[in-house]
């Protein structure tokens, strides 16, 4: 894959945020090595199977099953985005199967100059830094706009993620998709990398906002070694619930 440049689509309602140094040295790395993505499911004949064909054919059945509910519910939510001021949808570069970099649909729910505004406040506040290592996230991050929280509260923010699941690039269910840049907290990411990233997974089903970076790697991996239809089905229930309570940040 060729480096992409930074593009920003000005007047649009989409903006696109890459690094594509970043993104050349991952992509020569990983066709280098492609010993190192290990297909751990030759040894379950079972999950093999599902993750192979079975869970492509629950990601498009359930989409499709969604969609008159979630597409005036994006809608929606981009037109109040939209009166808030900013563009309604952005992309950014994530990390996917076997470390392939697509690009990932979400509603916008930051300022325009989020990455400098968390540069001033991590450079004054060293209780937000503390917070920002630990987890990657700020619980009370002064970038999210009043419709963003809403949207992160209630999770709508990811349902532009669809169209990714449409075209095949994330599941449903799977580990979180994760940016190139945090690829050197993962340590080992092979198991990441065995799946699809996904809309949710076991992490935000069960420690989300409550656990520190590491648990949610962990939680990725135990998710990648035990995949089974009956886990997703498990996962998107608990789902349900956990967009009801808006928990998220």
């Not at 979630?70 to 985005?81: D, G, Q």
């Not at 449409?166 to 198991?191: K, T, W």
């Amino acid at each position: 894959m060729l480096p992409r440049s930074r593009m920003f689509y000005a007047g649009r309602p989409f903006q696109r945020v890459e690094q594509p140094r970043l993104i050349a040295n991952l992509n020569t790395a990983i066709s280098r090595q492609p010993s190192q993505i290990v297909d751990w499911a030759q040894q379950d004949r079972p999950a093999w199977a599902y993750g192979r064909f079975g869970k492509r054919v629950l990601d498009i059945l359930l989409v499709l099953i969604a969609l008159p509910i979630t597409l005036p519910l994006i809608l929606l939510a981009a037109l109040a985005l939209w009166f808030e001021g900013g563009q309604p949808f952005y992309t950014q570069d994530r990390l996917g199967q076997r470390g392939r970099v697509f690009s990932i649909l979400k509603l916008r729910t930051m300022v325009r100059n989020a990455d400098q505004l968390l540069e001033e406040h991590l450079a004054r506040d060293p209780e937000m830094r503390r917070e920002w290592n630990e987890t990657q996230k700020l619980k009370h991050d002064p970038r999210i706009t009043p419709v963003g929280r809403f949207l992160r509260t209630t999770s709508l923010d990811e349902l532009p993620q669809l169209w990714n699941v449409i075209i095949g690039e994330m599941s449903l269910v799977g580990p979180r998709p994760m940016l190139p840049d945090q690829l050197p907290l993962y340590g080992d990411a092979r198991p990441y990398f065995l799946l699809k990233p996904g809309i949710t997974g076991l992490w935000q089903v069960s420690v989300r906002n409550e656990g520190g970076f590491a648990v949610r790697v962990g939680s990725d991996a135990s998710y990648c070694r035990t995949l089974s239809f009956r886990q997703d089905l498990a996962i998107l229930w608990r789902t349900v619930g956990v967009v009801l309570r808006g928990t998220g940040y």
